[in-house]
């Protein structure tokens, strides 16, 4: 099959918080190595494809800016995508936590995935700015673009840059309560539609990225708190999965993999603060939830990637 566009003139945003996941779940195997009995090597070779995935989705998402710049407007239309482009600067800093065993050039990783996240922040404001009034909604996908910033705690507070972290993390925070409250209005009024239920699993990510950056800044009980709502958000996740995934495979599902994988690297914090038994299951738990998630998800959306369906199902822009 010969495509008429090639594949990189229309990279599609919708890869991106799959790569998320897929680099999540490297993080969980290689850390629950430090907790269970479990090859440290598995963890090793998660992270070493996954980081190979990101980079070779973003070169292509960085030719197709150079092809056309202002294509990042066209793919900052509608939620979903938003969403997608607010995922890059994600994996950009959960790739500096990636790479913090090989003191691989992680500061420079690390700011420049900060960076990136505020600039597609404002970029996404201007989007939702230029929607008509009855468009401009509260929806989940908004947490990976106003939230998306809890992520950078994670290396910035190994790295040495725990003020920073902790401002990251309270703006973060802000913005997800302002969030949560315009969501749980919105689910009172309206249900989502089928296609848009998984959207529904991203809030557990916050929620157990929360915790791993109180947790790391000694803030025990803030720690315990999301810890525990991490533990509520997991369990109602596992009960609604086939009720958010009834309709069938779709691109959509990719916003199921990072929250799980965030779920257990919460699980790994937590023992060695003494959770012990509840987060030893925890952790089996949630490897065995997000494992196969992810590497489905990961499945179905190369096969479609390679053939442009992908693109065209999330609607992508093209150069």
Do not use: H
Not at 51 to 59: I, P, S
Not at 218 to 239: K, N, R, T
Request: some cysteine; charged content about 10%; aromatic content about 16%.
């Amino acid at each position: 099959m010969i495509l008429k566009t090639p594949l990189w003139k229309r990279t599609p945003p919708a890869i991106f918080p799959i790569c998320l996941g897929y680099m999540g779940l490297g993080l969980a195997w290689r850390g629950s190595a430090e907790v269970l009995p479990i090859p440290p090597f598995i963890g090793g070779i998660l992270l070493g494809l996954s980081t190979a995935f990101f980079l070779y989705f973003l070169a292509f998402y960085i030719a197709k800016l150079i092809g056309r710049p202002s294509v990042i407007f066209d793919d900052l239309k509608v939620p979903p995508l938003r969403a997608g482009v607010a995922a890059i600067p994600m994996s950009m800093m959960l790739l500096a936590a990636a790479l913090l065993p090989f003191n691989i050039s992680v500061p420079q990783v690390w700011w420049t995935g900060v960076i990136m996240q505020y600039i597609a922040t404002f970029a996404v404001i201007y989007a939702i700015w230029k929607d008509p009034p009855e468009k401009r909604v509260f929806s989940p996908f908004m947490y990976l673009t106003f939230v998306g910033p809890i992520v950078g705690p994670i290396a910035g507070i190994k790295l040495g840059y725990e003020t920073e972290s902790l401002w990251l993390t309270i703006g973060a925070l802000a913005a997800f309560v302002v969030i949560t409250v315009g969501c749980g209005f919105r689910l009172a009024k309206v249900v989502p539609a089928q296609p848009l239920r998984p959207s529904l699993a991203i809030v557990l990510a916050p929620i157990s990225l929360f915790a791993l950056s109180f947790g790391q800044l000694g803030m025990e009980g803030l720690f315990a708190f999301f810890y525990w709502f991490s533990w509520a958000g997991f369990v109602a996740l596992v009960v609604l999965l086939p009720w958010m995934t009834k309709g069938g495979w779709t691109p959509m599902w990719g916003a199921i993999t990072f929250p799980f994988a965030a779920f257990t690297n919460v699980q790994i914090q937590a023992v060695s603060k003494g959770y012990e038994f509840i987060a030893e299951v925890g952790v089996i738990l949630g490897l065995a939830v997000a494992t196969p998630i992810v590497f489905y998800v990961l499945y179905r959306a190369t096969m479609e990637w390679v053939t442009g369906a992908l693109s065209e199902k999330t609607g992508a822009a093209v150069v």
